[in-house]
């Protein structure tokens, strides 16, 4: 009897420290989905730039905006 008491529980701490792991794993996957997510957006927003600062260097002088303040 008492050997099975002792089987049981070192199932349910086995099945925990799945279950523990498990989440874990799932909490880091999700980080390194929204770090990519994260990654590509700064991406776009750099090539963005990219393309305003190239027009806006290709513009003619005359038509650049004056600082009126």
């Excluded at 049981?8 to 997510?37: F, G, P, Y």
Aim: some cysteine; aromatic content about 6%.
């Amino acid at each position: 009897m008492e050997a099975n008491y002792k089987a049981e529980q070192k199932h349910l701490a086995s099945s925990q420290v799945l279950a523990t792991n498990t989440a874990e794993c799932d909490s880091q996957i999700k980080h390194q989905n929204d770090l990519k997510s994260l990654q590509s957006a700064i991406q776009q927003l750099q090539n963005k730039f990219r393309e305003w600062k190239r027009q806006r260097n290709s513009a003619p002088r005359s038509f650049q905006p004056r600082n009126t303040s």
